[in-house]
């Protein structure tokens, strides 16, 4: 209880990208002259921890001119009988919590007005009287050109309301402006303030500290990211050597966690800030999903298809961005090496994964999961490649630091990847191929269709 003193509640609205400009569009092309639109969102609660509720939308309507009595700068009626559909379908058949958005004239941040406070707690006590389940009101107001905004929530009686931390972005975290930064970070400055400041704050999951986790976790911390949640049950062996940075005998005869090998890389460049947790467990184990569903990020770096699977269910569940890493080596029958490295990155919110993808054999998936018995048999079989894959230094750093990149893209703004993205290089054609993600939306997926 003292607890909950101490750390208020926070509650979050993370709209995915693609998602917030549907909605946005929808917005902007429902206005007829310059008077206020407004739209709806339709989300599901998720108690990420005591103190942090976050809130996903499952559907939103924007309300086209014949929906409305009347529309005008000054107020907006909707037509009741529309009204009254939105509140059977979404409040009280999929009991969902209601979150409205308008506009105001004018560029400045908008407040919102008397009359705002007024129909907006007479809303929220008309939800609490009139379902069972006790529909929350959140409410936003923008901008005309929605640059600026400010969200709320409101209580059962409708008597008052408190902030609601609001992302259209990749990540939800929103950025506090207060600590300078580091002097580590003066070579990077040319990305800006704000770049920096996000990654730090960032909490990234990472599933896999092998051979691309370590050296992706050794190249992100260095980036600026100092918090993490580290997944992998395997201890470090000699024949990681290879390709561990850093990684050293006295850790091989010590049997070091491969997730205590990869806090003490991070904790390498951050002495007395950020937070490690490292978990020597397999990630379908159900007691670390609250940790990941607390992460900004997840990013799998494993060689097996079963866990990259669970991760994306995950990373679905959860709404979370997903960046899946991988490499791979292959013999001719001349004796030439192939080699590719793979990053995939699925949108956020849905329209296709890594399964729908295909970067996921399912039936692999399946062979693995099942009892090491039938493992051992699939293998004997030739049904999965053995656990030994070729794998080098170089090509694993090469997917690492693309794959840091990418986040650095995603973070820094410059790399659209609303749709998703999957590259492929290959070496040594020293090719890269990108696929097309349009060929990719596949709304019949029995992973990230839309279902709840
Ligand atoms: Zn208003
Ligand atoms: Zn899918």
New binding site residues.
């Given amino acids: 209880m003292l607890n909950h003193f101490l750390k208020p509640q926070k509650i979050f609205l993370h709209i995915p990208p693609a998602i917030w400009s549907q909605f946005q569009q929808a917005l902007l092309e429902s206005r007829q002259n310059n008077e206020e639109v407004i739209g709806f969102l339709f989300c599901k609660r998720h108690e990420v921890s005591s103190h942090q509720i976050r809130y996903e939308p499952k559907v939103w309507i924007v309300p086209t001119a014949d929906c409305y009595e009347y529309q005008s700068v000054t107020g907006l009626v909707l037509k009741q009988q529309f009204h009254l559909h939105l509140l059977q379908t979404y409040i009280h058949q999929e009991k969902l919590d209601i979150v409205h958005i308008h506009t105001h004239p004018g560029q400045e941040i908008p407040f919102f007005s008397s009359i705002d406070d007024h129909h907006e707690s007479e809303y929220a006590r008309f939800l609490t009287t009139n379902f069972k389940t006790k529909p929350r009101l959140i409410s936003g107001v923008f901008d005309q050109s929605f640059q600026n905004f400010k969200f709320r929530i409101w209580d059962k009686q409708g008597r008052s309301s408190s902030p609601v931390d609001f992302s259209s972005s990749w990540f939800e975290n929103s950025i506090t402006l207060f600590d300078k930064t580091k002097p580590m970070f003066t070579r990077q400055q040319v990305f800006g303030e704000t770049f920096q400041k996000q990654l730090n704050q960032l909490t990234v999951t990472l599933i896999g500290c092998g051979g691309i986790g370590a050296i992706f976790a050794e190249i992100l911390s260095r980036l600026g990211v100092k918090n993490w949640i580290l997944i992998d049950p395997d201890r470090l062996e000699d024949v990681n050597l290879n390709r561990m940075p850093g990684a050293t005998w006295e850790m091989v005869d010590e049997q070091m966690l491969k997730v205590e090998y990869v806090k003490h890389l991070i904790k390498k460049v951050y002495r007395n800030d950020g937070q490690v947790k490292a978990i020597p467990s397999v990630i379908e184990n159900q007691l670390i999903q609250p940790e990941i569903a607390t992460s900004d990020l997840i990013v799998v770096a494993t060689d097996n298809h079963y866990s990259r699977q669970i991760a994306q269910e995950l990373a679905i569940k959860f709404r979370r961005p997903l960046v899946c890493l991988g490499t791979h080596i292959d013999m001719k029958p001349n004796g030439m090496p192939r080699m590719y490295c793979r990053m995939t990155v699925?949108p956020l919110g849905?329209s296709?994964?890594?399964?729908?993808?295909n970067m996921i054999n399912l039936q692999q998936a399946a062979l693995e999961s099942a009892a090491p018995e039938i493992g051992h048999l699939a293998q004997q079989r030739g049904y999965i490649a053995g656990v030994n894959d070729p794998a080098v230094f170089w090509l694993n750093s090469l997917c690492a630091s693309t794959g840091v990149g990418v986040i650095q893209g995603i973070v820094g703004g410059f790399l659209k990847i609303d749709s998703g993205l999957d590259w492929i290089y290959e070496f040594p054609e020293c090719k890269w191929h990108k696929t097309d993600t349009s060929y990719l939306v596949?709304s019949d997926?029995?992973?990230?269709?839309s279902k709840d």
């Fill in positions: 699925p849905g296709w994964c890594l399964m729908c993808g596949n997926c029995y992973f990230c269709g």
